[in-house]
């Protein structure tokens, strides 16, 4: 699949590496881009911190799950306020992406 286009939501083109919300194309991190991808591929399913960490960062780190938390918290901002309540925490578990 080239891109996910969602309704209302982020169009992340994978071939192109860019994503566009409202249509204006934000600027992400190398791994900000991975993470939501990781998300928008993946609608609705809960996602524990070790599972992102293996997944969009490769390796699975127990002392690094912060870092999800920081890495979640700067892409919903780059998202914007109409759009970073798609990414959604589920306390005591992980995130998941609810459009």
Known sequence: MKSQTL???PVVDRGRRTVHV????????C?????????????G?????E????SVWGFAVLSSR???????ARLRSRLGPKH???IVTVRGVGYKYAP
């Not at 409202?22 to 991190?29: D, N, S, V």
Request: proline residues 2%; aromatic residues 6%; neutral net charge.
């Open 7 to 9: 309704t209302a939501g």
């Open 22 to 29: 409202a249509g204006r194309e934000l600027e992400l991190t």
């Open 31 to 43: 791994l900000q881009f991975e993470l939501l991808d990781h998300f928008v591929s993946h609608p």
């Open 45 to 49: 399913q809960v996602f524990r911190r």
């Open 51 to 54: 599972q992102l960490l293996a």
């Open 66 to 72: 912060r870092t999800v938390d920081v890495q979640v």
């Open 84 to 86: 970073r309540g798609a």
